[in-house]
């Protein structure tokens, strides 16, 4: 089930000031902290106890335990921070397979970006320094964002009488 678009708007409001908090550390810190995860996964439980706890969220969970299960070995591999594994699985529990596939995609796409970003500062100001560390926070919040946000645009669209699938009786 697709906790977003079904979830009510202060729900969302408070899972954007979480990635806000996750963005703003990782930047600041290149850290996230298990209190900011943590906060993301319960947003999902309660949105997952308001919509009944039924059975459609069985995807849900398999894929928070899937990027679990490949975010652990990238950690490991020193690929991903511990923060970065832990924001994205609490981010799947929001999400279908179809969706999560969508938040992937648009992690890479804004990560790579990142990437040339900080690449293309490190060479103009000739920076010395080894460090290759990237708050990819930063690129998991802004492809969340990027997700979430045409899911909930879609969810307004639909609820306007210019919609042609617009009926009275759909909420």
Known sequence: MNLVTASP????????LALAAA???DAVRLRISNITCAIV???GLVAMGLHGLSLSLWQNVAVCLGILIVGLPAFAAGWLGGGDVKLLA?????????EAATLIAAVFMVGG??????LAVRLFRRDKSKSRQIPYGLAIVFGALV???FQIHER??????WDPYFTPHSA
């Not at 708007?9 to 954007?16: C, E, F, R």
């Not at 609490?90 to 179809?98: C, I, M, Q, R, S």
């Open 156 to 161: 307004n669209v639909a609820r306007f009488p």
């Open 23 to 25: 963005a703003i550390e």
């Open 90 to 98: 609490a981010l799947g529990l929001w999400l279908t397979f179809k």
């Open 147 to 149: 997700t979430f946000g």
């Open 41 to 43: 996964l319960v947003l």
């Open 9 to 16: 708007t202060w729900l969302i409001v408070l899972l954007g």
């Open 113 to 118: 970006v990142l990437a040339l970003m900080f």
